[in-house]
């Protein structure tokens, strides 16, 4: 299991269409994903899961990974967060 905490640096913040890129994102991996915002879990995996975060510019989300492609999946996210959700 390797956690990372991961900044929103877009100005919308995560709103439904980065809400799927981090899903899809995150669904590619075999690995449990998860975020966790003050006292919220949810599965990265699960656009409405990651919606109910409300997460807006600036906000600091805990990624954790946990499974066999944990780092591959970690760097992944990692990328479209700096990325600013853009493909």
């Known amino acids: 299991m390797i956690s ?3 900044e929103v640096l877009n100005r919308a913040g995560i709103h439904a269409r ?3 890129e ?3 994102t995150a669904s590619s991996f075999k690995c ?3 975020f966790e ?3 919220m879990k949810v599965n990265a995996k699960s656009i409405m899961g990651v919606i109910t975060l409300g997460a807006t510019y600036k906000t600091k989300l805990l990624c ?3 499974g066999e492609d944990e780092n591959e999946a970690m760097a992944a996210l990692q990328a479209l967060f700096e990325r600013r959700f853009e493909s």
């Open 32 to 34: 449990d994903i998860f």
């Open 22 to 24: 981090i899903a899809k």
């Open 4 to 6: 990372k905490e991961l």
């Open 64 to 66: 954790i990974c946990s």
């Open 18 to 20: 980065p809400a799927s």
């Open 37 to 39: 915002k003050e006292n």
